[in-house]
């Protein structure tokens, strides 16, 4: 298991388990929470499928996150979802593409450089593991800290049907 000291106050980075998977869900529900406050409901229901998502996409491989711990509490956290994609010029032979998600820090632990941690350990495990090519979904906050690591812009457009009327939009909005 990695495991790796960061500078003061003492924070430690690791690579999360399925032990982590109840923090995990909750980080992602605490970053949307951020982003516009969910109903109590709804933001029960994503905890729980995520915790299930978790439990089941590590094991096979689909799902990779690390964690920073100071004193044993979890205080920031970031994963990487394993996906395949169709063929595209310059990405022929299958190649994953990683999609780094649920890039969170409580808010006391901030501009201490656990973000841009997370970030580093993602991205070195994905080019030991032979993931060229990474995207994310950055709010306004993070922007900066994935652009240091050259993260651009995309052409990325997004459409969200409904489940229950096949002839309705639905209809977002963006952060």
Do not use: C
Not at 86 to 104: A, C, D, Q, T
């Amino acid at each position: 298991m990695e495991v790796q000291a960061i500078s003061a106050p003492p924070y430690l980075l690791r690579k999360a388990t399925l032990a982590d998977a109840t923090v995990l869900a909750r980080q992602r529900r605490q970053m949307f929470d951020a982003i516009q406050k969910l109903p109590e409901a709804e933001g029960d229901e994503l905890e729980a499928a995520v915790r299930a998502y978790v439990e089941r996409a590590m094991p096979a491989g689909t799902f990779h996150a690390w964690v920073v711990e100071q004193a044993g509490v979890t205080v920031a956290g970031g994963g990487l979802q394993l996906r395949t994609l169709m063929p595209r010029p310059g990405y022929v032979h299958g190649e994953p593409e990683g999609l780094i998600v649920s890039m969170w820090t409580e808010s006391e632990h901030r501009r201490h450089g656990l973000g841009r941690r997370i970030v580093e350990a993602i991205l070195a495990w994905g080019r030991a593991n032979g993931v060229t090519r990474f995207t994310l979904h950055a709010s306004t906050y993070g922007r900066p800290l994935y652009e240091l690591y050259g993260f651009i812009p995309t052409n990325e457009m997004r459409l969200s049907l409904s489940s229950t009327d096949p002839d309705a939009v639905v209809i977002e909005k963006m952060a």
